[in-house]
């Protein structure tokens, strides 16, 4: 719990929304906030998720970095990228921990970046009061955790006790880990972009003949131009002059074969 406090402290905030004609990228770091409490503008809520995604035109891309918060925050928001109707990636750039990694379950395809990490647990609460009060909340927290197994099974469908097992043991997974367990749909990998076309265009064999004629006309042309210079420069026209002393001699077999590109 002490090593996700202080990673989640180390995030720094930022709620910011780029849309375009087709679609929405919505930069998500920082904490999981309800709307009575989301003071700040960098803040994750539910109202200002949803607020995005109704501004939004087509698919919408979430970049996301959070150590979580409020887990009905989450589970709102969760259900908000589930209703949207066009298409929802989340893309993992740090940390999704806790409510994030709640929020995350309603992705139509969550991505797991280089280096990232994905946290669950149960639910936790702070409650003072007498015995009664405190059953009580014990026994609202069996229902939250109820939930939260809810939806990160129908994500997954594996075993529930399979799911409550990883929230009893507050389970960080890797970025290939997630995948596994299926959390996440793959991990992101980072092509540069000019090998990307490189290698589209070395497997491409229409360009690989165009390549190979090329390179076949110009060695022809090439063998042609160095016999032609031979030929006029270095052997006289008339077969009775005498040679030159210096002159260079080339066998007219070897002038044959440049002259047919072998």
Request: glycine residues 6%.
């Amino acid at each position: 719990m002490k090593r996700w406090e202080k990673m989640r402290a180390q995030i720094k905030p930022e709620f910011k929304a780029e849309v375009s004609e087709d679609k929405t990228v919505l930069y998500l770091s920082g904490d999981v906030v309800s709307n009575e409490y989301g003071w700040y503008e960098t803040d994750i809520t539910p109202k200002k998720v949803n607020k995005a995604l109704n501004e939004s035109k087509g698919e919408v891309l979430i970049k996301l970095n959070s150590g979580g918060g409020d887990c009905f925050a989450g589970v709102e928001i969760y259900n908000l990228l589930k209703d949207y109707p066009g298409k929802v990636t989340v893309e993992i750039t740090g940390l999704s921990a806790s409510a994030a990694s709640i929020l995350s379950m309603g992705a139509d395809e969550i991505i797991m970046c280089t280096g990232s990490m994905m946290m669950v647990h149960r639910a936790s609460t702070i409650v003072w009061g007498n015995k009664n009060a405190l059953l009580k909340a014990a026994d609202m927290m069996d229902k939250v955790d109820s939930s939260i197994v809810d939806i990160y099974g129908e994500r997954i469908g594996l075993e529930k006790q399979f799911i409550t097992d990883l929230l009893d043991e507050e389970t960080w997974m890797t970025a290939e880990e997630a995948v596994k367990d299926g959390f996440a749909d793959r991990t992101k990998e980072i092509v540069n972009e000019d090998e990307i076309d490189i290698a589209a265009k070395i497997n491409n064999s229409v360009w690989n003949q165009e390549l190979m004629d090329a390179m076949n006309d110009l060695e022809i042309r090439l063998a042609n131009k160095v016999t032609e210079v031979i030929e006029n420069k270095i052997f006289s026209t008339d077969k009775n002059a005498q040679k030159n002393e210096g002159s260079i001699s080339v066998p007219k077999n070897k002038l044959k074969f440049m002259k047919e590109g072998k």
